[in-house]
């Protein structure tokens, strides 16, 4: 049941990059724009397949690799991603970033990841629980009983509240964000029953 959780949190968040793309991005504090989606299937160099959360190819002609992780990235998890990255940067060619997508505050020291003597993986965190969810809320709110458009950073976080544990009720969240992002449309009933069950 856990795993399935965390593939439901991943597909939402997979969703959410794909349709906001630069947007995204710049909410989690990366400024260069997506030059291309590419394919999140990998295949290593001994022929086992990776399957990457996101990953694009920048204007500055580096890749971006994002791991979306519930609750936070664990030390543990940083061979697999280090492995993600090196696989992604020799496949493309190109220098990659590694950016670990977390919900949690920023608890303990960020780790690193030593390569031999002189090397070290270095991946970029996020904090979603960071961002100040209650004053955005606040913000939509009286933006909502004007009748203006939200922000693309607004939309984003209203679309995160239903993967946020702290917000029991995902259904009316759901039924919220879909009356409020009339401009997107991604939200529709079927959708809204699917992400109920």
Same mark, same amino acid.
């Given at each position: 049941m856990e795993r399935e959780i965390h593939d439901i949190y991943d597909v939402i968040l997979k969703i959410i990059a794909t349709v906001y793309k630069n947007? &995204?991005?710049?909410?989690?504090?990366? %400024?260069?724009?997506?030059?291309?989606?590419?394919n999140v299937e990998l295949t290593t160099l001994i022929g086992?397949?990776?399957?990457?959360?996101?990953?694009?190819?920048?204007e500055n002609d580096t890749l971006?690799?994002?791991?979306f992780q519930f609750r936070k990235?664990?030390?543990?998890?940083?061979?697999?991603?280090?492995?993600y990255n090196i696989t992604a940067q020799v496949r493309y060619q190109k220098l990659t970033d590694t950016i670990l997508f977390n &919900?949690?505050?920023?608890?303990?020291? %960020?780790?690193?990841?030593r390569i031999g003597?002189?090397?070290?993986?270095?991946?970029?965190y996020f904090y979603l629980e960071e961002k100040?969810?209650?004053?955005?809320?606040q913000k939509i709110n009286i933006k909502s009983k004007l009748k203006s458009e939200l922000t693309s950073d607004e939309e984003i976080t209203l679309m995160l509240l239903c993967l946020i544990p702290e917000w029991k009720n995902k259904a009316e969240t759901l039924k919220k964000i879909s009356k409020l992002l009339k401009n997107k449309n991604?939200?529709? %009933?079927?959708?809204?029953n699917t992400f109920k069950q």
């Amino acid at each position: 049941m856990e795993r399935e959780i965390h593939d439901i949190y991943d597909v939402i968040l997979k969703i959410i990059a794909t349709v906001y793309k630069n947007d &995204f991005l710049r909410y989690i504090g990366i %400024e260069h724009e997506i030059k291309k989606i590419l394919n999140v299937e990998l295949t290593t160099l001994i022929g086992r397949k990776l399957y990457l959360d996101f990953l694009c190819l920048l204007e500055n002609d580096t890749l971006c690799h994002i791991e979306f992780q519930f609750r936070k990235a664990n030390p543990d998890d940083l061979d697999r991603f280090f492995n993600y990255n090196i696989t992604a940067q020799v496949r493309y060619q190109k220098l990659t970033d590694t950016i670990l997508f977390n &919900f949690t505050f920023k608890k303990s020291e %960020e780790k690193t990841r030593r390569i031999g003597k002189s090397k070290s993986f270095h991946p970029k965190y996020f904090y979603l629980e960071e961002k100040d969810i209650e004053k955005t809320i606040q913000k939509i709110n009286i933006k909502s009983k004007l009748k203006s458009e939200l922000t693309s950073d607004e939309e984003i976080t209203l679309m995160l509240l239903c993967l946020i544990p702290e917000w029991k009720n995902k259904a009316e969240t759901l039924k919220k964000i879909s009356k409020l992002l009339k401009n997107k449309n991604l939200f529709d %009933e079927t959708n809204l029953n699917t992400f109920k069950q």
